[in-house]
T-cell receptor, first 112, second 116 residues
Framework: AQKVTQAQTEISVVEKEDVTLDCVYE???????LFWYKQPPSGELVFLIR??????QNEISGRYSWNFQKSTSSFNFTITASQVVDSAVYFC?????????FGTGTSLTVIP | DTGVSQNPRHKITKRGQNVTFRCDPI?????LYWYRQTLGQGPEFLTY????????KSRLLSDRFSAERPKGSFSTLEIQRTEQGDSAMYLC??????????????FGSGTQLSVL
């Protein structure tokens, strides 16, 4: 069975602090994809990153970085120098076949 | 606007009434998905279409739910005899349907259903 766990329900940080959002997944499949989506108050989920199971190289995009470790089945997301606009709910998701399995999300609040 | 469009944004209905939601995907996308999201939860898969064919349905999709995608363009999701437990955000997503390659989903802003 596929499962995604985001243990952090809510996180608050002060602007300019770094913050890491944790994601742990379960799957028996060797070929799968991992995603992070951002859901601002407007409701629309916005794609942030996609990673396939054969590519463990970490990625950096501006203030965002992702750490994928198959050994611990984790795909963590770090925001450096957080900004108020980063306030949103962030979802980690596992894709296998035709379905996405989303975690329960982490609500991030960045305090000015 | 070339994104995924959903209408209405909000729907309030009384228990027992029927409701219908519409989704217009990104024009060149051949796959269309419906998800349901309740407060504090991630989106849960309901069903998806490849062009006009409905290829998969979740066990969450009871007999009161029906989805269509005539001509492989827009899609509608109808809920008959609504129940209070149907209250949720209904999200539509579309993709290019590059099967097996971790297709990226593009989501609409959703339709928030409240059943009184």
């Amino acid at each position: 069975a596929q499962k995604v766990t985001q243990a952090q329900t809510e996180i608050s940080v002060v602007e300019k602090e770094d913050v890491t959002l944790d994601c742990v997944y379960e799957t028996r499949d060797t070929t799968y994809y991992l995603f992070w989506y951002k859901q601002p108050p407007s409701g629309e989920l916005v794609f942030l990153i996609r990673r396939n199971s054969f590519d463990e190289q970490n990625e950096i995009s501006g203030r965002y970085s992702w750490n994928f470790q198959k050994s611990t089945s984790s795909f963590n997301f770090t925001i450096t120098a957080s900004q108020v606009v980063d306030s949103a709910v962030y979802f980690c998701a596992l894709s296998y076949g035709n379905q996405f399995y989303f975690g329960t999300g982490t609500s991030l609040t960045v305090i000015p | 606007d070339t994104g995924v469009s959903q209408n209405p944004r909000h729907k309030i209905t009384k228990r027992g009434q029927n409701v219908t939601f519409r989704c217009d995907p990104i024009s060149e996308h051949n796959r269309l998905y419906w998800y349901r999201q309740t407060l504090g939860q991630g989106p849960e898969f309901l069903t998806y279409f490849q062009n006009e064919a409905q290829l998969e349905k979740s066990r969450l999709l009871s007999d009161r739910f029906s989805a269509e995608r005539p001509k492989g363009s827009f899609s509608t999701l109808e809920i008959q005899r609504t129940e209070q437990g149907d209250s949720a955000m209904y999200l539509c997503a579309s993709s290019l349907g590059d099967r097996g390659r971790g297709e990226k989903l593009f989501f609409g802003s959703g339709t928030q259903l409240s059943v009184l």
